[in-house]
C-alpha cells in the first residue's frame, strides 16, 4: 500500500461570525494558501489496528488506542473508521502538519480534521463526499467549539465560497468577480469555544442589544451576498468596516486586532475586520489588487507576526 497524502485548506469568515451561531447568515470563503496536511504510511510490520498519530506541532506523537475520546484528532480518526464500518485496518502512521495558524480564526481544526479525514478514508481504499467529510468534521467541532454553527467545517470540507445559515441545506455564494484580501494575524489567539461562550454569557446577560447586533450582522452578510453575486467588490469594503464595529460592540475585538484594522484602512484598505472568534487572531483586509503588497508591509510594520495575500474566486 503507498503512502497516502491529503491536504485541506484554511478559511476566512468575510461576514457573519458569532451571529451565525444565532442563526445569521454568514459567509465564508476557503483560503488555499494555507493550509493542514496528512499523510499516512502503512506500517507494515505491525498488527492490524494499530494506528500512531504524530503531529510535531503540538507535541503529539502516540498510538490511537492511548488517546482519549476527547481528543480531536483521534476523533476524526475513529469517526471515519467507523464511517466506513472497518474495525481493523491495516497498521499506519498518521502524520499532521499544518501550515494555518492555530486558534487564529482561519479554521486550523476544520482543516486538520478534513485532511486526517480525507487521508484515513482515501487510505482505506474509500473517497467520501464533500458532505460526509463536513458532517464528521463537524463533531469533532464540538471538541473545539461547544456550540459550533457548522461553518467552519463546511467551507473546509467544500473549499468554496458559501453563503451559510445554521440548520439550513448549503448554499454556495458565486463570486461575479475575484477580489484580493490581505489577511494578517495579531499572534495571540482565544480558543473559539472561549469566545462563543463569552458572547453566550453576555447575550444572555443583555438578550435585546445582542439581538439587535446579531440581526444587524445578518442584514451585513444578505447585502453582502448580493454584492459578491452582482460584481463590483469593493461594495463590500464599508460592509466589512460595519461588521467589525458590530464585533466590537459584541467584546470580541481586541486591542491588537484594532491597530491592524487601522492600520490597513489608513494604508488605503476598502474595508477590514476581524473574522473568526477574534479577541486575537486574524484580520481581513479587502485591497484593490495593485495596493495588496504594500498593504501587506504597512500591517508586518504594524505588528502582524504572518500575514497572506490572497485572492478571492
Ligand atoms: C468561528 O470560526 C466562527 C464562530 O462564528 C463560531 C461558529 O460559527 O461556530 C465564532
Do not use: C
Request: hydrophobic share 40%; net charge negative.
Amino acid at each position: 500500500m503507498p503512502a497516502i497524502s491529503a491536504s485541506a485548506p484554511g478559511k476566512a469568515i468575510l461576514f457573519g461570525e458569532h451571529a451565525v451561531v444565532y442563526g445569521q447568515p454568514a459567509i465564508a470563503v476557503p483560503v488555499k494558501q494555507v493550509k493542514a496536511t496528512a499523510i499516512i504510511r502503512p506500517l507494515i510490520r505491525e498488527r492490524s489496528g494499530f494506528v500512531r498519530i504524530q503531529a510535531e506541532q503540538i507535541n503529539l506523537d502516540s498510538a490511537l488506542s492511548d488517546l482519549p475520546e476527547q481528543n480531536p484528532i483521534a476523533l476524526a480518526v475513529r469517526s471515519t473508521l467507523s464511517e466506513l464500518n472497518i474495525n481493523q485496518p491495516p497498521a499506519f502512521h498518521l502524520r499532521i502538519s499544518s501550515t494555518i495558524p492555530l486558534g487564529g480564526g482561519l479554521g486550523s481544526g476544520a482543516a486538520i480534521s478534513v485532511a486526517v479525514i480525507r487521508a484515513v478514508s482515501s487510505f482505506l481504499g474509500s473517497s467520501l463526499e464533500a458532505e460526509q467529510v463536513s458532517d464528521l468534521t463537524f463533531e469533532v467541532e464540538k471538541l473545539y467549539h461547544g456550540n459550533p454553527s457548522g461553518l467552519d467545517n463546511t467551507v473546509v470540507a467544500f473549499e468554496k465560497p458559501i453563503y451559510f445559515v445554521k440548520g439550513d441545506p448549503i448554499e454556495f455564494a458565486h463570486l461575479k468577480e475575484s477580489f484580493t484580501l490581505v489577511i494578517a494575524d495579531t499572534g495571540k489567539s482565544t480558543p473559539t469555544r472561549d469566545t462563543v461562550a463569552a458572547v453566550r454569557s453576555a447575550w444572555k446577560a443583555d438578550k435585546q442589544n445582542f439581538d439587535r447586533l446579531f440581526t444587524e450582522i445578518g442584514e451585513l452578510s444578505h447585502r453582502a451576498r448580493k454584492i459578491l453575486e452582482g460584481g463590483n467588490p469593493v461594495d463590500l469594503g464599508p460592509l466589512m468596516d460595519e461588521n467589525h464595529s458590530r464585533l466590537q460592540e459584541m467584546g470580541v475585538s481586541s486591542a491588537e486586532l484594532d491597530q491592524l484594522v487601522m492600520a490597513a484602512k489608513q494604508e488605503g484598505a476598502l474595508g477590514a475586520k476581524l473574522s473568526g472568534g477574534g479577541r486575537g487572531g486574524n484580520i481581513i483586509a479587502l485591497v484593490r489588487d495593485e495596493d495588496g503588497e504594500r498593504i501587506e508591509a504597512t500591517l508586518k510594520n504594524a505588528g502582524a507576526k504572518g500575514t497572506v495575500v490572497t485572492r478571492v474566486q
